[in-house]
């Protein structure tokens, strides 16, 4: 596997953004564009967990 950048946020910062979609630059190699990263986040409206 090969880095390929890195980039901090929280949940909130995306679900707080506009139609939940966040994007930013990628970082963590010094000289060098890593690209950047979109993050979407969707609500389940049921999303229960079953035991078996």
């Known amino acids: 596997m090969d880095f390929l ?3 901090f ?3 909130g910062e995306i679900v ?3 139609a939940s979609r966040l994007e930013k630059p ?3 190699i010094p ?3 890593c690209g950047t990263i979109i993050l979407t ?3 389940l409206s049921n999303c ?3 035991k078996l």
């Open 5 to 7: 950048g890195q980039m």
């Open 16 to 18: 707080g953004s506009p």
């Open 41 to 43: 986040a969707e609500e």
């Open 26 to 28: 990628l970082g963590g």
């Open 31 to 33: 000289g060098k564009k």
């Open 48 to 50: 229960r967990v079953s």
């Open 9 to 11: 946020c929280t949940l």
